[in-house]
């Protein structure tokens, strides 16, 4: 394979990048035409065999890069460390999930041990859902400068110490400060899971460990009310956050010991500054230290580029409008459950939780079809000779989005006295199985169809997301009391009908619309072995960097003519965190 400048995509680790006094005409001078000679591995601080190494002139950047099967790339990594990672992870968003919905169960003993009203309390449920939409625009930066291993020990032990402060708060303030700070911390690395995934398995391969992080995330969210509502009966609501510290501390604990960085621009960078050390060369450049911008105009960038998704892209909007939405419903229905069957059936705060293994039901059939889905991603991909076909991943939401609404008119209309218990728990099942759905769809099609820019586009539609998410608690006792059980459904339902229609459509006019887009790709351009973990200017297929767009090699070429010195940073278009995440 061989770009337009006829750099090919060989497999060496490093490159070399001529200065202003040594460039024979506007592109990258092909490496096979380079004057070399052999240097030892050893020598150069490379990991096996010998690479060729061109010393005919000092004034010129030596680009660090994975060598083919380097074991120091995640992508060469082996299976029983990445799965650990995956576990590792996929843990963590359990007990954040589980932290998100387990204070509810405990707000009513905490607003009376406070003395101020439970709609006091629940605005400890919007300050962390406003923290969880707020932190996912700036937080992409940040692996810019630490990479992803300290970013998730950072910000799970401030996580774990904000359950100390929950625990032994004195004030209701104290509660909603420590609420915020503990969604801040909590969505710093929940929203990196993806990017890490991205890291060490290709596409293919990535089903498996993305599914079990949807269902961690959905399942805990829902699942805490079920075993807190007996824990804030018999231990006390300061019970509920001491449990959650302490698995937590467990858990921060093998994260220390097993989790690796897994960014390859960190790796490389890690290297490159190595081998400077050992050879006294300071030709040695990673890709990420040929980047110009500064970490404010990164976080600038990342911020305002998902605002800018969802008000110029109706997919990510409409997408993004679903999906926040469905998340709303699951917070509203976490206040109306106990509402629900203790009010109306005058059943204990204990036992008016079980009605969420309706919830639980609902996740783990979602989970078992999501494989369904994934079949027919697959073989959508295998009849188009490799390339993704973003359409293919709105199967499950064509089948089962519908239950949501449906599911939402049956939980409504069953609450009468004469009616069995049973009913409304089904209609629970129907209502999360279409969520479940909705939320594969949602994020993996937004991850398809908008490649490099795909973290920004799933960022606006977190923000979206959580925000609902912030704002249903506050107003779903009001409402579901004001209006009634049967009218309040009915409105959440007709509005979520109306969107019923969206992945047909998609289905059938998604490639078009995004033709038509400056932002999606009309089609993702990769093979099934093949993943995309570049920025918007730069590809970077399995670890190697290739440059196959003329005007960003002649944009790169003339900030390279800028410089004086080799050992300033070369201003390029860079290879950034943004096209790796996927949630």
């Given at each position: 394979?061989?770009?337009s400048?006829g750099?090919?995509?060989?497999?060496?680790?490093?490159?070399?990048?001529?200065?202003?006094?040594?460039?024979?005409?506007?592109?990258?001078?092909?490496?096979?035409?380079?004057?070399?000679?052999?240097a030892?591995a050893?020598?150069?601080?490379?990991s096996?065999?010998?690479?060729?190494?061109?010393?005919?002139s000092?004034?010129?950047i030596?680009?660090?890069?994975?060598?083919?099967?380097?074991?120091?790339?995640?992508?060469?990594?082996?299976t029983?460390?990445?799965?650990?990672?995956?576990?590792?992870?996929?843990?963590?968003?359990?007990?954040?999930?589980?932290?998100?919905?387990?204070?509810?169960?405990?707000?009513t003993?905490?607003?009376?041990?406070?003395g101020?009203?439970?709609?006091?309390?629940?605005?400890?449920m919007?300050?962390?859902?406003?923290?969880?939409?707020?932190?996912p625009l700036?937080?992409?930066?940040l692996?810019e400068?630490?990479?992803?291993?300290?970013?998730?020990?950072?910000?799970?032990?401030?996580?774990?110490?904000?359950?100390?402060?929950?625990?032994?708060?004195?004030?209701?303030?104290?509660?909603?400060?420590?609420r915020?700070l503990?969604?801040?911390?909590?969505?710093?690395?929940?929203?990196?899971?993806?990017?890490?995934?991205?890291?060490?398995?290709v596409?293919?391969?990535?089903?498996?460990?993305?599914?079990?992080?949807?269902?961690?995330?959905?399942?805990s969210t829902?699942?805490?009310?079920?075993?807190c509502?007996?824990?804030?009966?018999?231990?006390?609501?300061?019970?509920?956050?001491?449990?959650?510290?302490?698995?937590?501390?467990v858990?921060?604990?093998?994260?220390?010991?097993?989790l690796?960085?897994?960014?390859?621009a960190?790796?490389?960078?890690?290297?490159?500054a190595?081998?400077?050390?050992?050879t006294?060369?300071?030709?040695?450049?990673?890709?990420?230290?040929?980047e110009?911008?500064s970490?404010?105009?990164?976080?600038r960038?990342?911020?305002?580029?998902?605002?800018?998704?969802?008000?110029?892209?109706p997919?990510?909007?409409?997408?993004?409008?679903?999906?926040?939405?469905?998340?709303?419903?699951?917070?509203?229905f976490?206040?109306?459950i106990?509402?629900?069957?203790?009010g109306?059936?005058?059943?204990?705060?204990?036992i008016?939780?079980?009605?969420?293994?309706?919830l639980?039901?609902g996740?783990?059939?979602?989970?078992?079809?999501?494989?369904?889905?994934?079949s027919?991603?697959?073989?959508?991909m295998?009849n188009?000779?490799?390339v993704?076909?973003?359409?293919?991943?709105?199967?499950?939401a064509?089948?089962?989005?519908?239950l949501?609404?449906?599911g939402?008119i049956?939980?409504?209309?069953?609450?009468?006295?004469?009616?069995?218990?049973?009913?409304?728990?089904?209609?629970?099942?129907?209502?999360?199985?279409?969520?479940?759905?909705?939320?594969l769809?949602?994020?993996?099609?937004?991850?398809?169809?908008y490649?490099?820019?795909?973290?920004?586009?799933?960022?606006g539609?977190?923000?979206?997301?959580n925000?609902?998410?912030?704002?249903?608690?506050?107003?779903?006792?009001?409402?579901?009391?004001?209006?009634?059980?049967?009218?309040?459904g009915?409105?959440?339902?007709?509005?979520?009908?109306?969107?019923?229609?969206?992945?047909?459509?998609?289905?059938?006019?998604?490639?078009?619309i995004?033709?038509?887009?400056?932002?999606?790709?009309?089609?993702?351009g990769?093979?099934?072995?093949?993943?995309?973990q570049?920025?918007?200017?730069?590809?970077?297929?399995?670890?190697?960097?290739?440059?196959?767009?003329?005007?960003?090699?002649?944009?790169?070429?003339?900030?390279m003519?800028?410089?004086?010195?080799?050992?300033?940073?070369?201003?390029?278009?860079?290879?950034?965190?943004?096209a790796?995440q996927?949630?």
């Open positions: 394979m061989q770009s400048h750099l090919k995509k060989t497999p060496i680790n490093a490159s070399f990048f001529p200065n202003e006094n040594e460039r024979e005409d506007e592109h990258f001078e092909n490496l096979d035409h380079s004057p070399t000679t052999t030892p050893s020598e150069a601080g490379f096996g065999g010998e690479k060729t190494a061109d010393v005919k000092k004034k010129k030596i680009l660090v890069q994975f060598e083919e099967n380097d074991p120091e790339n995640p992508m060469n990594w082996s029983g460390r990445k799965w650990t990672i995956t576990i590792l992870l996929n843990l963590m968003t359990l007990i954040i999930g589980l932290s998100t919905s387990a204070y509810s169960s405990g707000i003993s905490m607003s009376e041990e406070f101020v009203a439970t709609v006091v309390g629940q605005v400890g919007f300050t962390f859902n406003a923290a969880c939409a707020i932190a700036f937080v992409a930066p692996c400068l630490t990479g992803r291993r300290y970013i998730y020990l950072g910000a799970f032990l401030c996580f774990t110490l904000v359950d100390l402060m929950l625990a032994l708060g004195k004030n209701i303030g104290t509660e909603i400060v420590g915020l503990s969604g801040l911390f909590g969505s710093i690395g929940t929203i990196l899971v993806g990017g890490t995934f991205a890291d060490m398995f596409p293919r391969d990535r089903s498996v460990p993305m599914s079990v992080f949807t269902f961690a995330a959905i399942f829902i699942a805490a009310p079920l075993y509502g007996f824990i804030d009966q018999s231990l006390g609501w300061r019970w509920i956050q001491w449990i959650h510290m302490i698995a937590a501390g858990l921060l604990i093998a994260e220390f010991i097993f690796k960085e897994s960014r390859g960190v790796i490389l960078k890690a290297r490159a190595s081998l400077r050390k050992e006294g060369d300071d030709r040695y450049r990673a890709p990420i230290e040929l110009s911008d970490i404010a105009q990164l976080f960038e990342s911020s305002l580029r998902a605002i800018q998704l969802l008000y110029k892209e997919v990510v909007f409409l997408f993004g409008f679903w999906i926040a939405l469905a998340w709303g419903v699951v917070f509203l976490l206040s109306a106990p509402l629900a069957f203790a109306n059936r005058g059943w204990n705060t204990g008016a939780g079980l009605p969420y293994l309706g639980i039901v996740c783990f059939i979602g989970f078992a079809t999501g494989f369904w889905q994934d027919m991603y697959y073989k959508a295998d188009n000779n490799g993704p076909v973003p359409e293919a991943r709105l199967y499950g064509m089948v089962f989005g519908p949501f609404p449906i939402i049956m939980f409504s209309f069953t609450q009468y006295g004469f009616v069995h218990w049973i009913a409304p728990i089904i209609a629970l099942v129907l209502i999360i199985l279409g969520i479940y759905h909705i939320f769809a949602v994020y993996n099609y937004t991850s398809d169809s490649a490099e820019y795909s973290s920004s586009a799933i960022a539609q977190g923000f979206m997301r925000m609902f998410a912030a704002s249903f608690p506050l107003f779903a006792t009001q409402m579901f009391k004001g209006m009634g059980y049967q009218w309040a009915l409105m959440i339902a007709c509005i979520g009908f109306c969107l019923v229609p969206l992945p047909f459509v998609l289905f059938k006019y998604g490639a078009s995004r033709a038509k887009s400056k932002f999606a790709a009309s089609n993702t990769l093979s099934a072995d093949e993943d995309e570049g920025a918007p200017n730069g590809k970077k297929l399995n670890g190697r960097a290739t440059y196959d767009d003329e005007k960003e090699n002649k944009q790169i070429e003339a900030q003519s800028s410089q004086t010195d080799t050992n300033q940073d070369l201003q390029s278009a860079g290879f950034g965190d943004q790796a996927r949630v």
